[in-house]
């Protein structure tokens, strides 16, 4: 069963955009933070962005300016808008969602990751 579903990839010229969406489970009904990582050739998996439950935002220095995440509660979807895209963005973007635990019913948290969207900035 897929829980995260990320979709929006695709191909861009240099200082291009592009808009993800990561769709959760409606299931899941405790997320307290999203966020995006990626993933380029060769290389280790990095966060690119994160939002709170509260909507305070954070992220890496290579994107600030540039990318901004956003998060539609009501569609239990997360969003990474990518603006002035450069080749050095491409890699594979995958979302990630943290659910909160309730220890006093014993429910643990929970991490779930999308299975990822390639984007490939080129001339």
């Known amino acids: 069963q897929v829980q995260l579903v990320e979709s929006g990839g695709g191909l861009v010229q240099p200082g291009g955009s592009l808009r993800l969406s990561c769709a959760a489970s409606?299931?899941?009904?405790?997320?307290?933070?999203m966020g995006w990582y990626r993933q380029a050739p060769g290389k280790q998996r990095e966060l690119v962005a994160t939002i709170t439950g509260g909507g305070s935002t954070n992220y890496t220095d290579s994107v600030k300016g540039r990318f901004t995440i956003s998060r539609d509660y009501a569609k239990n979807t997360a969003y990474l808008q990518m603006n002035s895209l450069k080749p050095e963005d491409t890699a594979v973007y995958y979302c990630h969602a943290h659910e909160a635990g309730l220890p006093a019913l014993g429910i643990n948290a929970m991490d779930y990751w999308g299975k990822g969207t390639l984007v490939t900035v080129s001339s």
């Open positions: 409606a299931s899941i009904t405790s997320i307290n933070e």
